[in-house]
T-cell receptor, first 113, second 114 residues
Framework: DTGVSQNPRHKITKRGQNVTFRCDPI?????LYWYRQTLGQGPEFLTY????????KSRLLSDRFSAERPKGSFSTLEIQRTEQGDSAMYLC???????????FGPGTRLTVL | GQQVMQIPQYQHVQEGEDFTTYCNSS?????IQWYKQRPGGHPVFLIQ?????EVKKQKRLTFQFGEAKKNSSLHITATQTTDVGTYFC??????????????FGKGTLLTVNP
């Protein structure tokens, strides 16, 4: 399968713990995006990478959130000191140009108890 | 910032009836992308519209992009139970700074009664 993959698919954690999610984009795509989706809402943009450079972070991304894409391939999203309000589906997408189609991965569903 | 409104929020139809969802952006868009999300699933790309006034068809689905590139619609003819899901429109901006991220509408949840 050459689509976007994300791991883990589900994560349950206790409030205050740190969690890390991984995204592997489509191999020829140099642009990678993270979105967050809560129930009944559309995905909301979090951050964007072109190759290894993180070009924008949304105001939704508090200081507890950090994302990396060290070699311009896979990306990680870390949430420190999780809060119940962080519970959501975290979606990764990739594209091969700025106005290209964004293809989404299956997401990581985070539940913070 | 850019906002994308989508109506209706919910639509329940009898199998065989038509369905339409409408999308309106607060700003002119570079392009608009439509996605379908099944319950428990992730957004799956349907189509991208780029040109002013563009109309594209995929079998029973017809997508339109407005002349001003601020609105769009998706029409499904003769719905089937397999059409069930939430349909999202997502716009990409037209200004240099943020023309990469998608701004999603809240989606229209379509349910189909067999």
């Amino acid at each position: 399968d050459t689509g976007v993959s994300q791991n883990p698919r589900h994560k349950i954690t206790k409030r205050g713990q740190n969690v890390t999610f991984r995204c592997d984009p489509i191999s020829e795509h140099n642009r990678l995006y993270w979105y967050r989706q809560t129930l009944g809402q559309g995905p909301e943009f979090l951050t964007y990478f072109q190759n290894e450079a993180q070009l924008e972070k949304s105001r939704l991304l508090s200081d507890r959130f950090s994302a990396e894409r060290p070699k311009g391939s896979f990306s990680t999203l870390e949430i420190q000191r999780t809060e119940q309000g962080d519970s959501a589906m975290y979606l990764c997408a990739s594209s091969n140009r700025v106005t290209g189609t964004q293809y989404f991965g299956p997401g990581t569903r985070l539940t913070v108890l | 910032g850019q906002q994308v409104m989508q109506i209706p929020q919910y639509q329940h139809v009898q199998e065989g009836e038509d369905f339409t969802t409408y999308c309106n952006s607060s700003t002119t868009l570079s392009n608009i992308q439509w996605y379908k999300q099944r319950p428990g699933g992730h957004p799956v790309f349907l189509i991208q519209l780029v040109k002013s006034g563009e109309v594209k068809k995929q079998k029973r689905l017809t997508f339109q992009f407005g002349e001003a590139k601020k609105n769009s619609s998706l029409h499904i003819t003769a719905t089937q139970t397999t059409d069930v899901g939430t349909y999202f429109c997502a716009g990409q901006g037209n200004s240099g700074g943020s023309n990469y991220k998608l701004t999603f509408g809240k989606g229209t949840l379509l349910t189909v009664n067999p």
